[in-house]
């Protein structure tokens, strides 16, 4: 049985990795806060946000349960650049509603599609806790202006009063998304835009580091 655990754990990591977008590095969330074999059924690493069999979507194979809230910046519709921010995304194709199942603090940590049950009750609480105001919080589910060009990205554009020399042309230490409408300037920013929930080599998740700023600056010029 441990011989097969093991293996069911493999398939499941390398299965959830393969239904990540391409250039998505790999890495491990073993010993980090977002191992919850501690609870979890078979002390299972990946259980909590993916399955192999009867997820929610077949993108990422998410597993765990999305939150019923409506998010929103319940102090601003639009951010200082013009560029307007979403009221959509529980239902918008992007993977922030992912993150946010667990970080809005209304859904247990352990509530899973598969096995249909809640295996651990604790809500997140505190400063991981972003929503589901998320009043305070860099915009998500929003355009970023790749390129040095005004994008469009879940239904928004880069707004008219957004410099666009005062963002990289191209950033590499951060992950942009692409939008399925499709199109050339089609990026946007999500939740794992500047956090990899795979890899804490930076706190937080962060892809880069906090000193001097490095995370704010590899999207912003100044």
């Known amino acids: 049985m441990h011989a097969l655990r093991k293996y069911y754990l ?6 959830a990795t393969a239904a ?41 194979l998410w597993n765990h349960v999305l ?8 102090d601003a519709t639009e951010t200082t650049g013009g560029t307007t921010l979403p009221t959509n995304i529980k239902t918008w194709s992007g993977s ?7 970080h809005d603090g209304t859904v247990e940590i352990g509530k899973t599609y598969n096995p249909a049950s ?7 609480v505190g400063a991981a806790k972003v929503g589901p ?6 915009p998500v589910a929003v355009p970023y202006p790749n390129n040095s060009t005004k994008n469009t990205y879940n239904g928004a554009t880069t707004g008219t009063e957004v410099i666009l020399a005062d963002y990289k042309s191209a950033p590499t230490k951060v ?6 409408a499709g199109g050339a300037n089609n990026y946007g920013i999500e939740c794992a ?19 001097g700023s490095a995370i704010c600056l590899d999207c912003h010029s100044n």
């Open 193 to 211: 835009s500047c956090h990899d929930p795979h890899s804490s080599t930076y706190s937080d998740f962060l892809r880069d580091t906090t000193v």
């Open 133 to 138: 105001d998320l009043k305070g919080n860099h």
């Open 118 to 124: 809640t295996w651990d009750a604790t809500k997140i």
């Open 20 to 60: 990540l977008a391409p250039g998505m590095a790999s890495a491990s969330v073993v010993g980090t806060s977002h191992d919850l074999s501690g609870t979890a059924p078979g002390a299972q690493v990946c259980i909590a946000c993916h399955t192999p069999h009867s997820a929610n979507s077949t993108l990422l």
């Open 67 to 74: 939150s019923a809230s409506s998010f929103a910046w319940s």
């Open 175 to 180: 992950r942009l998304f692409r939008d399925p």
């Open 96 to 102: 922030s509603k992912n993150c946010l199942s667990c």
């Open 10 to 15: 493999l398939v499941l990591g390398l299965t």
